[in-house]
């Protein structure tokens, strides 16, 4: 099975851009889906697709792709976006799905 | 609305084996997949393993290859996922989530609240 990277940790300045990455050889084939996770809860949708937000979901989230690397950004990001941030991706050689380690954002 | 509601937490024995439900309400269970995903404490996701309700045909981590099981009720709308030969190692937090495709896109749009298994002799 592929396996998805993510950097561990990030930080953003309060208001200002941040990009989260995520590298796999799955991306090659088919879209990552992010998600947000705070503390103590169960994970959210933010991003899927090439750059489809769910609903809810405010359009400062946006997404893009560059070969085999996925790209979350966050346009001017607020307090509330302080969270774990998963990739995920489905591998077509054998129907599996991964996840990316994640990446914890902090908003300073 | 979508809402999947998962069983309370559990504690077993290392050894035992444990069955988790998640039970689906506002949609038609058949008409998308479930996966199973856990958390140990302070880690990341892990993707367990996928169940197509309509057919009850299922896919498995090969991290959980022997010891996995998924299954469905369609007449409750509920889906069970039991892992046998419990060890430390498996104490996390278990979630089941619902699988969506379109247009080639394969995401994950609902998750159920989690159940925590600890396994403790």
């Known amino acids: 099975s592929s396996e998805l990277t993510q950097d561990p940790a990030v930080s953003v300045a309060l208001g200002q851009t941040v990009r989260l990455t995520c590298q796999g050889d799955?991306?090659?084939?088919?879209?990552a889906s992010w998600y947000q996770q705070r503390p103590g809860q169960a994970p959210e949708l933010v991003l899927f697709g090439k750059n489809n937000r769910p609903a809810g979901i405010p359009d400062r989230f946006s997404g893009s792709y560059s070969g085999t690397t996925a790209s979350l950004t966050v346009t001017g990001a607020q307090a509330e976006d302080e969270a774990d941030y998963y990739c995920c991706s489905r591998d077509n050689t054998d129907d599996h799905w991964v996840f990316g380690g994640g990446t914890k954002l902090t908003v300073l | 609305q979508v809402h999947l509601v998962q069983s309370g937490a559990e504690v077993k024995k290392p050894g035992a084996s444990v069955r988790l439900s998640c039970k689906a309400s506002?949609?038609?269970?058949?008409?998308?997949?479930i996966h199973w995903v856990r958390q140990a404490p302070g880690q990341g996701l892990e993707w367990m393993g996928i169940?197509?309700?309509?057919?009850?045909?299922?896919t498995y981590s090969q991290k959980f290859q022997g010891r996995l099981a998924m299954t469905r009720d369609t007449s409750t709308s509920t889906v069970y996922m039991a892992l046998s030969s419990l060890t430390s190692e498996d104490r996390a937090i278990y979630f089941c989530s619902r699988g969506r495709y379109s247009s080639g896109w394969y995401w994950i749009d609902t998750w159920g609240q989690g159940t925590l298994v600890t396994v403790s002799s």
């Open positions: 506002g949609y038609t269970l058949t008409s998308y997949y």
């Open positions: 169940i197509d309700p309509s057919t009850g045909g299922t």
């Open positions: 799955s991306l090659r084939l088919n879209y």
